[in-house]
């Protein structure tokens, strides 16, 4: 049974930063892709970044320069750092991990989801 455990959501003022962690657990081998996703309030499920086994990273038009995914595959783990968060960035955020290479960009692409963290950014 695989499981995805997110940490660190949390109220944060905006141009204020939040570190979000995902552990997986559950197999003994490492998924290629670990991504994350969100859902604002009252939209669909959007993606944010991901990192793939070989390194390949990718990022949401709306997060670049400003979020960075990194992962620790000893731990199966990944992180997202989020800096100069805006309002629009409020949303639940979901890890999502995948068995398919080069990072793929679409919530049907994955095969396992957290339960998702709440970040919200005041104004």
């Known amino acids: 049974q695989v499981q995805l455990v997110e940490s660190g959501g949390g109220l944060v003022q905006a141009g204020g930063s939040l570190r979000l962690s995902c552990a997986a657990s559950?197999?003994?081998?490492?998924?290629?892709?670990l991504g994350w996703f969100r859902q604002p309030p009252g939209k669909e499920r959007e993606f944010v970044a991901v990192?793939?086994?070989?390194?390949?990273?990718y990022y949401a038009d709306s997060v670049k320069g400003r979020f960075t995914i990194s992962r620790d595959n000893a731990k199966n783990t990944v992180y997202l750092q989020m800096n100069s968060l805006k309002p629009e960035d409020t949303a639940v955020y979901y890890c999502?991990?995948?068995?398919?290479?080069?990072?793929?960009?679409?919530?049907?692409?994955?095969?396992?989801w957290g339960q998702g963290t709440q970040v919200t950014v005041s104004s």
């Open positions: 990192k793939s086994m070989n390194g390949a990273t």
């Open positions: 999502a991990a995948t068995w398919r290479p080069a990072g793929p960009r679409t919530v049907k692409e994955y095969d396992y």
């Open positions: 559950g197999r003994s081998f490492s998924f290629d892709g």
